[in-house]
């Protein structure tokens, strides 16, 4: 999947030796990181401010279910991902870096 943390651009550089481009990379990717959580959190103020409710992340591949013995919040498997990587569609990915 194209959200493989070993794909990451930093790294690569990294690994070849280019230290000063890796750690250019790494602030662009971290920059890119704290900009996705400020755009939740202002989505989470202005659907409280509005009197909705506000999902926030939700995963691709999981969804988040009570499990009836234990009463936990668990992540239970909904499919999709073998499909994608069979095809190699990830167009529903986020783009991560």
Do not use: H
Not at 46 to 58: F, H, T
């Amino acid at each position: 999947a194209p959200t493989d943390s070993r794909l990451r651009p930093d790294q690569r550089l990294m690994e070849s030796g280019r230290w000063d481009e890796a750690n250019v990379e790494k602030q662009r990717l971290e920059e890119k990181q704290r900009a996705v959580r400020r755009r939740r959190e202002a989505e989470a103020v202005e659907a409280l401010e509005e009197g909705k409710d506000y999902e926030g992340y939700i995963p691709l591949w999981f969804e988040r279910k009570v499990d009836a013995v234990t009463g936990e919040l668990i992540c239970v498997y909904k499919g999709g991902y073998w499909e994608a990587k069979d095809k190699q569609d990830w167009s529903v990915c986020p783009d991560i870096f």
